[in-house]
């Protein structure tokens, strides 16, 4: 069904209030399909495209709350709003609980369906433009945006691609302009993460102090110019990614706070003493011989296994010609 239809579902073995409902928001210029069942309305959900659901509590073969929270299992972007004869607070803060947008009472609350349904119908839609705008801009930062198709970055995209659906740590290694960031996008945006943010920092473009307050922020006062409490990186990415370019140049102070984040999710603010507990995904980047640093003592090694859960090593464009002449004629291509 198209999505200029708005599309409600009204489930109630009560043949005459479900018609007078059905009726009703048919009216207001909803499309409305109707059942008489549970089962009977979760079969019309595998075939249409519904935004809202008004259900009645008690029905013949399940209760209306634990069909709310099957609905909302399933199909997340979904608005319900249950229905009763005899409404009680425990009930409504039960089907709130289990994901219903509302829950009125039949026959006092009639004057108030049209308007909720209303809301209902705004928030649905506004969820599912939403999830298209987002699923957009995953496309746009997928593995089809990276050119080339020799076997090196190839096989770079094959192990990202492996990795995406996991939370593993990555390491990418590479020289600079190998575009590690682009397949840290990637990566991120093929990943269960994707809604939640992606921030990226070069650890190699600040100095200790002002890097240690940029990712994990600081409280108003523990520095001279820190009039207020500032979030860092790991905050904002948290439940997303946050990628670590450079990371080879990061100090070794700075290092111990990023192991701590790495077992146990957890840092402490610049200036605070209270523990800060994030999930955060790590994506580090360097075009440095970590092993060799560590082993120099110039990085830590227990950061070095750390980060290095999964490396990904980038070819160099001299070892990408036929990728380079592959990209050029693609430029042709598009200017034609």
């Not at 929270?69 to 972007?77: A, D």
């Not at 990415?237 to 080879?248: N, P, W």
């Not at 984040?261 to 840092?267: I, K």
């Not at 790590?282 to 990085?299: D, P, Y």
Request: hydrophobic fraction near 40%.
């Amino acid at each position: 069904m198209p999505i200029s239809h708005k599309n409600i579902l009204v489930i109630d073995d009560e043949d005459k209030l479900r018609g007078l409902l059905c009726r009703i928001l048919s009216l207001e210029g909803y499309h409305i399909f109707d059942a008489a069942s549970a089962k009977a309305g979760l079969k019309i959900l595998q075939t249409e495209d519904i935004q809202v659901v008004l259900s009645d509590v008690k029905l013949p073969d399940i209760n209306g709350i634990e069909l709310t929270e099957t609905i909302k299992t399933q199909y997340p972007h979904i608005e319900i709003i249950n229905l009763t004869a005899y409404g009680t607070i425990a009930d409504g803060v039960k089907a709130i609980q289990k994901g219903a947008f509302d829950y009125i009472t039949k026959g006092d609350d009639n004057d108030k369906i049209i308007p909720l349904v209303s809301k209902a119908m705004e928030k649905a839609l506004l969820q599912k433009r939403v999830k298209e705008l987002e699923n957009k801009i995953a496309q746009g930062f997928g593995f089809d945006t990276i050119l080339g198709r020799s076997g090196g970055i190839l096989e770079a995209i094959n192990l990202a691609q492996k990795v995406c659906p996991t939370d593993t740590t990555v390491l990418l290694l590479g020289e600079t302009g190998t575009g590690k960031e682009v397949f840290a996008q990637a990566i991120h945006y093929q990943s269960s993460r994707k809604h939640k943010n992606f921030v990226a920092i070069n650890c190699s473009a600040l100095s200790k102090d002002i890097l240690e307050s940029e990712l994990f922020g600081h409280k108003a006062g523990a520095f001279t110019g820190a009039l207020k409490d500032k979030k860092g990186l790991f905050e904002e990415a948290d439940q997303g990614t946050i990628f670590l370019d450079e990371i080879g140049e990061m100090d070794t102070e700075l290092q111990a706070k990023l192991l701590r984040v790495l077992e146990a999710g957890t840092f402490i603010k610049v200036g605070s003493t209270q523990t800060v507990k994030v999930n955060v995904r790590v994506i580090a980047a360097t075009n440095r011989n970590l092993q060799q640093q560590s082993n120099e003592g110039k990085f830590r090694l227990d950061l070095f296994y750390r980060l290095s859960v999964f490396a990904i090593t980038l070819p160099s464009l001299n070892q990408r010609l036929d990728d380079i002449l592959y990209s050029n004629f693609q430029l042709v291509d598009l200017h034609i």
